[in-house]
């Protein structure tokens, strides 16, 4: 039961072009959704996050993107940076109905080549 | 800057033994949650805890699993008879769990292994 898709394992990218991460959710009730960065060795480190009643959220070189009747949303790095290699994973909740346990996805490991 | 702290890092137990996972959440924050990793899967939501006691738990989450608050700063998870099934990487994390904000923060993970 994959209520929370992101369909490519892996991504690389050359450093200062933009990284593009896709994600794709099922269960029409999410109404906020993350992204997290894991390093090997550490837990998932927030990144930015969108609530449903927008479209776009920005925050520095990061850019999330909500497409609600999609159900899809994207999260834009620009520049990208070798530092940030590293797996991406997206996240999504019920805010609304007072649930707060994440849906995660399965990770995109994305490489930025110098 | 405030941090999840986790011990043990990486614990080993014989199957049928009981192990207790640590967590220090954030001081000030309100929600506590465990997650685990299965090795190449995703991370799956155990449980989360608010003014001391269970306000979710996922399927996985079984009469095994136990969660406390022992003091002002701990947060454990019990196992009561590990099983081999349960070797993953356990997640605790923690939020402040306001309904617009709901960012986790995470504590590095303790790897359990059952043998």
């Known amino acids: 039961d994959q209520q929370v898709k992101q369909n490519s394992p892996s991504l690389s990218v050359q450093e200062g072009r933009i990284s593009i991460l896709n994600c794709d959710y099922t269960n029409s009730m999410f109404d906020y959704f993350l992204w997290y960065k894991k390093y090997p060795a550490e837990g998932p480190t927030f990144l930015i996050s969108?609530?449903?009643?927008?479209d776009k959220n920005e925050d520095g070189r990061f850019t999330v993107f909500l497409n609600k009747s999609a159900k899809h949303l994207s999260l834009h790095i620009v520049p990208s940076q070798p530092g940030d290699s590293a797996v991406y994973f997206c996240?999504?909740?019920?805010?609304?109905?007072?649930?707060?346990?994440?849906?995660f996805g399965k990770g995109t490991k994305l490489s930025v080549i110098p | 800057e405030p941090e999840v702290t986790q011990t043990p890092s990486h614990q080993v137990t014989q199957m049928g033994q009981e192990v207790i996972l640590r967590c220090v959440p954030i001081s000030n924050h309100l929600y506590f949650y465990w997650y685990r990793q299965i090795l190449g899967q995703k991370v799956e939501f155990l449980v989360s805890?608010?003014?001391?006691?269970?306000?979710?738990k996922s399927e996985i989450f079984d009469d095994q699993f136990s969660v406390e608050r022992p003091d002002g700063s701990n947060f454990t998870l019990k196992i009561r008879s590990t099983k081999l099934e349960d070797s993953a990487m356990y997640f605790c994390?923690?939020?402040?769990?306001?309904?617009?904000?709901?960012?986790?923060?995470f504590g590095p993970g303790t790897r359990l292994t059952v043998l």
């Open positions: 969108i609530s449903s009643i927008k």
């Open positions: 996240a999504a909740t019920q805010s609304g109905a007072g649930s707060y346990q994440l849906t």
């Open positions: 994390a923690s939020s402040l769990g306001t309904s617009l904000r709901n960012e986790q923060f």
């Open positions: 805890f608010y003014n001391n006691e269970i306000s979710e």
